[in-house]
């Protein structure tokens, strides 16, 4: 059983930083990426980045292309997700899962969330 435990988030002004933490333990054969989502009131969940746990290739949407990076630190089994130029909009619960890549229609990759997810941590960005 793969448990991911979240730390980080918080509240930040529009412009500003954060940083996500994600310590995953247990094993590692169910999944091959690990992803992180994010749910705001009212709207569907959205995949914000992805890392894959065979090559560290990353998949970032253009929502949040050149602003978040997703990275991880294997010794401590550890995956990041930094923050930069928040928008009010990037206002969510922020959840890490283990993922698997998918092809979409358009012919590009993204991460699919499998059965384990992090606890979740509120981010919130002020104007």
């Known amino acids: 059983q793969v448990q991911l435990v979240q730390s980080g988030g918080g509240l930040a002004h529009s412009g500003g930083s954060l940083t996500l933490s994600c310590v995953v333990s247990g094993s590692a054969s169910d999944y091959h990426a690990i992803a992180w989502f994010r749910q705001a009131p009212g709207k569907e969940r959205e995949g914000i980045s992805c890392i894959s746990t065979d090559d560290d290739s990353t998949y970032h949407p253009d929502s949040v292309k050149g602003r978040f990076a997703i990275s991880r630190d294997k010794s401590k089994n550890t995956v990041y997700l930094q923050m930069n130029n928040l928008k009010p909009e990037d206002t969510a619960i922020y959840y890490c899962?283990?993922?698997?890549?998918?092809?979409?229609?358009?012919?590009?990759?993204?991460?699919?969330?499998?059965?384990?997810w992090g606890q979740g941590t509120q981010v919130t960005v002020s104007s």
């Open positions: 899962a283990t993922a698997e890549w998918r092809l979409s229609n358009a012919g590009t990759y993204y991460c699919h969330p499998k059965r384990s």
